[in-house]
């Protein structure tokens, strides 16, 4: 098997399983026990390993979650009216929106043509009352990275008391980001796109203070999300955190080498210019799901967008971004990590053409 979908989810590394497995069966106490100081300890050194990454220094601005779903949902909490998204948000934070347009007020900002969110008109949206606005940083389906020190600097212009909450999921521990620096108030993240475990994500904030519980309990989390924390996972994400080296480069490579395989006029790249991790392609003339279906039985696997959106119909990113039927439909999303090899990309690459001509042709004739 070839897996070219991780950004949907990637492969524990192994040290990290290490870690979730001693977490688990070692030191498995409760951090809130009397007895547990060590497990509480270790709780305050990953919240500031995570808090580093991100330029602070000994800062306890880290709530994690079981997902960044949740940490996402949570963000939310941070206003009561007067949202601002956009067009190009992962379901966590639209569905979400969706969800409290119905007795709130929430404006959606259009995306341009290259996938980011549309300045021009997020200047025409953002009005003085706007309290929230929720951007991501890489786009999960096309890798189209927004400009955040421009959303920052309009957010100023016209709002400056709103809050700044950017979903990182895909940018984290893979694009370099002071947020300390940055005029972003609220940062998502999730464990399991960076090789650490799967259920557990982390919102890193500057100021908790309008934080609102969406989860009541024990009390953990500054009593902003209960629930016994999920030590072995956090360990794990610390570990990944402290000693992940993304090579960027390397992974353009690996994107070069998969598209140099695809030499068909009719393959085309959605997004240009965006994260490496992430090539959003469109196969004319054939359907992503068929395709991708056949795909997996030559051992390649690839996604038709999201694996969270998968379930959903058309691509709500790309008819954004003002792409027709045959592309939409014909939309295939191929996400790769530092485990992938040249090798295995280059083997990928002459599967997918070759698959692509035989339903190409099967297509032509029917
Ligand atoms: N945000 C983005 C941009 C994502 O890509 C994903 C996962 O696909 C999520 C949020 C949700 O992450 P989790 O699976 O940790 O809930």
Do not use: W
């Not at 999730?190 to 309990?217: C, T, V």
């Not at 795909?295 to 990113?317: E, P, W």
Request: charged fraction near 25%; glycine fraction near 6%; aromatic fraction near 8%.
């Amino acid at each position: 098997m070839i897996y070219l979908d991780n950004a949907a989810t990637t492969k524990i590394d192994e040290k990290a399983l290490d870690v979730y497995n001693y977490f688990s069966k070692v030191d498995f106490f409760n951090p809130s026990a009397v007895y547990a100081t060590k497990n509480s300890i270790c709780l305050k050194e990953a919240r500031q390993a995570i808090s580093k990454k991100l330029g602070f220094e000994d800062l306890d601005n880290v709530i994690f979650t079981a997902s960044a779903t949740e940490a996402n949902n949570l963000a939310f909490s941070c206003a009561s009216n007067d949202f601002v998204i956009s067009n190009g948000e992962h379901p966590s934070v639209y569905d979400m929106a969706m969800h409290i347009k119905e007795t709130k007020r929430v404006s959606f900002c259009p995306l341009s043509k290259n996938g980011e969110i549309d300045y021009e008109e997020l200047e025409k949206i953002l009005t003085p009352d706007t309290k929230f606005i929720s951007v991501m940083h890489v786009s999960n389906e096309t890798g189209a990275i927004n400009d955040l020190e421009k959303i920052n600097s309009i957010r100023n212009k016209i709002c400056p008391h709103a809050l700044l909450h950017v979903d990182g999921v895909q940018a984290f521990c893979k694009i370099d980001f002071n947020m300390k620096k940055s005029g972003v108030d609220l940062y998502t993240i999730s464990g399991h796109k960076i090789g650490a475990p799967k259920g557990i994500g982390a919102l890193i904030f500057k100021n908790k203070n309008k934080l609102k519980p969406i989860i009541f309990g024990g009390g953990q989390e500054f009593n902003l999300r209960s629930g016994t924390e999920n030590l072995p996972a956090i360990m794990s994400l610390k570990y990944v955190v402290e000693t992940r080296k993304p090579d960027p480069n390397y992974i353009k490579s690996l994107k070069n080498v998969l598209l140099n395989e695809l030499t068909d006029k009719d393959i085309k790249i959605n997004c240009e210019g965006g994260s490496p991790y992430i090539l959003s392609l469109s196969f004319i003339g054939v359907r992503g799901e068929t395709y991708v279906s056949m795909l997996h039985d030559r051992g390649v696997l690839v996604s038709t967008g999201s694996a969270c959106s998968s379930k959903k119909k058309g691509n709500r990113i790309l008819t954004n971004m003002g792409y027709k039927e045959d592309r939409i439909i014909s939309s295939v999303r191929v996400s790769f990590f530092e485990t992938n090899t040249v090798e295995e990309v280059s083997q990928a690459g002459k599967i997918m053409l070759n698959t692509y001509h035989e339903l190409k042709e099967k297509m032509n004739v029917q």
